[in-house]
DNA sequence: ACCCAGGAAATTC
DNA sequence: GAATTTCATGGG
């Protein structure tokens, strides 16, 4: 079974799925891309301006529309960032097919907690080990040959471990930091869904009550996660970013797509390292 | 051997 | 309170 979007625009699934903002999705031989999402294993494609998703048994098209988000016009978005700054413009020029994901609350939590003094590609590792450890196993469809065969692990499955049960995935110090995440969000000490609409600030301060939570790890939970297009978060790459490229320039320049920008602006420096040499 | 990685907690000054 | 050190793990 197959779903299909005809005239998808501003969407390349290699810059939106391996630009940093996920760490499940891994591109295949053809070029089209594995993964698992809401536990619905599919293998996604493009073909022309259409968007391709295969094997998505048991899912329905809104689920994709929204992951993908679709409903949002990236072209205008660009023209708006576009101008406010020129290199700005040439970011995103250089990357104009990032989308930013919807994605469950609860995976962008756990996945940025991991991602906290680490780099991209042993994130990934620890991610899978993570999934194939304590996620529910997907059967049939896409599944089979797509990699990723895993449902995320749940809140309530990951809170009943201690620490050192994720030993097998070799997440180090971050350990702890899981498992308080996965206790207060289970018994709802910190409620995800009610930040989609609390004050930034507000939402903020209620994820950093978990330990191994601070502001960059916050503001990334809240931008991919809850899709709060009006955060900006700052690490190590979009720091020497706004120092060199952006001097004098405060992110609440870049107005209600500010988390847009940044992730044309963290792309960009990634693949431009000689920039900060 | 040393340094860094989409940081944050613990310790020290 | 602000500045520095430590925290696992793996790759360059």
């Given at each position: 079974m197959s779903i299909l979007f005809e005239n998808v625009t501003d969407l390349d699934l290699h810059e939106t799925l391996?630009?940093?903002?996920?760490?499940?999705?891994?591109?295949?031989?053809?070029?089209?891309?594995?993964?698992?999402?809401?536990?619905?294993?599919?293998?996604?494609?493009?073909?022309?301006?259409?968007?391709?998703?295969d094997g998505a048994e048991g899912s329905d098209r809104g689920m994709w529309h929204d992951y993908f988000d679709l409903g949002?016009?990236?072209?205008?978005?660009?023209?708006?960032?576009s101008a406010i700054h020129p290199i700005l413009a040439e970011a995103a020029r250089f990357a104009?097919?990032?989308?930013?994901?919807?994605?469950?609350?609860?995976?962008?939590?756990?996945?940025?907690?991991?991602?906290q003094n680490n780099n991209i590609k042993r994130i990934?590792?620890?991610?899978?080990?993570?999934?194939?450890?304590?996620?529910?196993?997907?059967?049939?469809?896409?599944?089979?040959?797509?990699?990723?065969?895993?449902?995320?692990?749940?809140?309530?499955?990951?809170?009943?471990?201690?620490?050192d049960d994720l030993m097998p995935i070799r997440a180090g110090f971050r350990h702890?930091?899981?498992?308080?995440a996965a206790q207060k969000v289970a018994d709802g000490t910190v409620d995800l869904e009610s930040?989609?609409?609390?004050?930034?600030?507000?939402?903020?301060?209620?994820?950093?009550?978990?330990?191994?939570?601070?502001?960059?790890?916050?503001?990334?939970?809240?931008?991919?996660?809850?899709?709060?297009l009006d955060g900006f978060p700052l690490d190590v790459w979009m720091k020497r970013a706004m120092a060199v490229l952006f001097d004098g320039i405060e992110p609440s320049a870049f107005g209600q797509y500010a988390g847009i920008a940044q992730q044309y602006i963290f792309h960009y420096s990634r693949m431009h390292p000689e920039l900060f040499g």
């Open positions: 391996l630009c940093g903002q996920c760490f499940r999705w891994k591109e295949r031989p053809d070029g089209s891309f594995g993964g698992v999402v809401r536990g619905k294993a599919a293998v996604a494609r493009m073909e022309g301006d259409c968007l391709i998703l949002l016009d990236y072209g205008e978005v660009k023209r708006q960032l104009p097919g990032i989308r930013i994901l919807r994605q469950e609350p609860f995976e962008a939590l756990i996945t940025f907690i991991i991602s990934e590792g620890i991610v899978d080990r993570l999934c194939e450890n304590f996620g529910e196993p997907i059967f049939g469809g896409g599944a089979g040959s797509s990699g990723g065969r895993f449902a995320f692990p749940t809140a309530e499955r990951l809170a009943a471990l201690s620490p702890r930091y899981l498992i308080d930040l989609r609409t609390l004050p930034y600030d507000e939402a903020r301060a209620e994820l950093m009550k978990i330990t191994g939570v601070g502001v960059k790890v916050a503001d990334c939970v809240l931008l991919y996660g809850l899709h709060r």
